[in-house]
């Protein structure tokens, strides 16, 4: 029996002012998998990432999560969780762990509702996760690459979503942290049953991690197991 | 000293700088992590290039000056946005181009006009009455603006994607943070003046940062630095017959380096803690 399918990118052609940077593409991600996303600098992938959470309307084709338009249902964008670039992030922002994973309640709390303590216990449960509650009034500052990743990991998963997307989750981070981002996404994708998608040039995250890689040249030329993309690699 | 207190326009000067030192301190927090401190500068020109086209025309400048300062908010940001140009080349188009205007606003002024001259340098000391009521509105206006959006505005802050990705629309934030620098800005003007306001906005939220690690630290710090600083450089001013823009700003300079000396982000890395902002 076909496993129950959480996202189908139909057809999508997507870019910017002057810029194709995704051609007809199309692919079906299922519940619970882990997907790696691979392809070339400038081949389109974090374009894909921005269409999959409908901050980027496709120009043909159309993206369903749980069967919906995002681009039509913004409320569904709170079940999707999304993780940075680390360069993306400004490591000296002034503010304390507890504070960054609090941000990811936004979506329920908007801009009025008060913080509870239901909600405070959700943070350590968030940050208990990725291993970091101890660490919970430390400033953001203070930590390593791979201690900031986790954090914004922790920041993802308190809004308890669906689909978990990570880019580049690991670039830039010395070995023992590449390990433990390793680690604490394995865990997400078979503890925590999160179906993810993540885009990445770490080969090893990918042999470690990914059950089926997508690779992306603005259209999608491989789409299989992980098995099959190293031996085509190979050959 | 006493004589300090003695005079009505002196208490009316006072409360400007307290009222405009807090404002500008509290949003500066934003410009500082966002690194919007070069569009505050585009912003100031653009409120002068108003008040001297008002000062031309016989209208009330602060309305002009308003007018004008907002057209720029929504041209920098629309180009910066829907064009092709980053943030900085639009801000330094606009910042000439309201610049020429300016002068040749003040070209076309038949007599040198002392009044305007204020605006460029600032002058709290004339502050009216009438002055203290629209700043105090503006500054009540920003304020709760703020405080209602202070969520959006840190989330912003942090990650602009994420921040989209949350179901925050990052483009309305934008502009009406610009909108809010805008208005903070012309209600500055006759305080520090044009050319002073960009420091005004960067100065005490970067000694903030000197001191913290936390956002809402920073923006309390920022404050009580803005509004003490403009106290103190206010009655320094009057002591030493300096101009009083100049010396509000020399002392929040001086609270920047006390900060910078006693930050206790020192024992973590080298001096002045980490880069701020512009990520």
């Known amino acids: ?235 | 000293m006493v004589q300090f207190f003695q005079y009505a326009f002196l208490w009316r000067s006072l409360a400007a700088a307290v009222i405009i030192g807090s404002l500008c301190s509290f949003l500066g927090v934003f410009v500082v992590l966002k690194g919007l401190s070069f569009s505050g500068a585009g912003i100031a020109h653009g409120a002068f290039a108003g008040v001297a086209l008002a000062f031309l025309l016989g209208v009330e400048p602060f309305l002009m000056g308003l007018l004008f300062s907002l057209i720029m908010v929504w041209l920098i940001g629309l180009s910066s946005k829907k064009g092709n140009l980053n943030l900085d080349a639009s801000t330094g188009i606009f910042f000439a181009v309201t610049m020429a205007l300016a002068i040749l606003f003040i070209g076309m002024m038949r007599q040198y006009n002392t009044e305007l001259f204020g605006f460029l340098f600032g002058n709290i000391l004339a502050v009216t009455e009438k002055d203290l009521l629209f700043m105090t509105l503006i500054g009540f206006v920003v304020t709760l603006a703020l405080i209602i959006g202070y969520r959006a505005f840190y989330y912003w802050a942090f990650d602009e994607t994420m921040a989209e990705a949350s179901g925050i629309q990052v483009e309305k934030v934008f502009f009406l943070f610009l909108s809010l620098l805008a208005l903070s800005i012309v209600a500055s003007l006759k305080v520090v003046g044009e050319l002073l306001v960009t420091a005004f906005m960067v100065i005490p939220a970067s000694s903030a940062y000197q001191l913290t690690y936390s956002l809402k630290n920073m923006i309390i710090i920022s404050v009580i630095l803005g509004a003490i600083g403009s106290v103190i450089g206010l009655v320094v001013s009057f002591i030493w017959d300096i101009p009083s823009g100049a010396s509000i700003v020399l002392v929040l300079g001086l609270e920047f380096l006390l900060c910078t000396l006693f930050s206790p982000k020192k024992r973590h890395k080298g001096v002045g803690g980490g880069d701020v902002g512009g990520r």
């Open chain 1, 1 to 235: 029996m076909e496993a129950k399918t959480l996202l189908e990118v139909k057809n999508v052609t997507a870019g910017y002012p002057g810029h194709v940077a995704l051609k007809d593409v199309n692919f079906s991600v299922a519940f619970r998998e882990a997907v790696a996303v691979v392809g070339p600098n400038g081949g389109g992938k974090s374009t894909l990432l921005k269409v999959i959470m409908g901050l980027l309307e496709p120009k043909e084709g159309t993206v369903l999560f749980c069967n919906e338009s995002l681009m039509k249902n913004r409320e569904m964008r709170t079940k999707i969780a999304y993780l940075p670039q680390q360069s993306a992030i400004n490591p000296h922002f002034p503010a304390l762990i507890e504070d960054i994973v609090r941000l990811g309640l936004y979506g329920e709390l908007g801009l009025l509702k008060s913080v509870t303590k239901e909600h405070e216990q959700r943070i350590i449960e968030a940050l208990e996760k990725v291993d970091m509650a101890s660490m919970i009034g430390e400033p953001f500052e203070h930590l390593s690459g791979g201690q900031k990743q986790r954090v914004l990991i922790a920041r993802a998963l308190i809004s308890n979503p669906v689909l978990l997307l990570l880019d580049e989750p690991t670039t830039g981070l010395d070995l023992k942290s590449q390990e433990s981002i390793l680690q604490t996404v394995k865990d997400l994708s078979e503890k925590e049953k999160l179906t993810v998608i993540a885009v990445t040039h770490d080969q090893v995250f990918l042999k470690n991690w990914a059950e089926r890689v997508i690779r992306i040249e603005q259209r999608l030329t491989f789409d299989g197991s992980s098995s099959e993309y190293f031996q085509r690699s190979e050959d």
